[in-house]
């Protein structure tokens, strides 16, 4: 019913910059949180930045000053604007939502397929 489509990564030298997108289709009345995480081989899924419908944020300890999340509630997107990027970065990133949809009362959560952000010399 709602799906989640991530796009922006890539291959990118130490230092380097990415920006990620996550665009949310389906029968969707309103999108509350929206998250982005990442999984390295071997490491559990960490979350790394949060953003709630009305625009505030937070980002873990790794990632602060470097991440930038925001969103476009027109278009049910959320972006990650990666800056400095470091080879411990180098993971799948997952966005994430909390969906309120058009069809059923209560709200659901829906993962994207992820993105690889590849961080190499």
């Known amino acids: 019913q709602v799906q989640l489509v991530e796009s922006g990564g890539g291959l990118v030298q130490p230092g380097g910059s990415l920006r990620l997108s996550c665009a949310a289709s389906?029968?969707?009345?309103?999108?509350?949180?929206m998250d982005w995480y990442r999984q390295a081989p071997g490491k559990q899924r960490e979350l790394v930045a949060t953003i709630t419908s009305g625009g505030s944020t937070n980002y873990a300890n790794s990632v602060k000053g470097r991440f930038t999340i925001s969103r476009d509630n027109a278009k049910n997107t959320v972006y990650l604007q990666i800056n400095s990027l470091k080879p411990e970065d180098t993971a799948v990133y997952y966005c994430h939502a909390e969906v309120v949809g058009l069809s059923w009362v209560g709200v659901a959560y829906y993962w994207g397929q992820g993105t690889q952000v590849t961080v190499s010399s």
């Open positions: 389906g029968s969707i009345f309103k999108i509350n949180a």
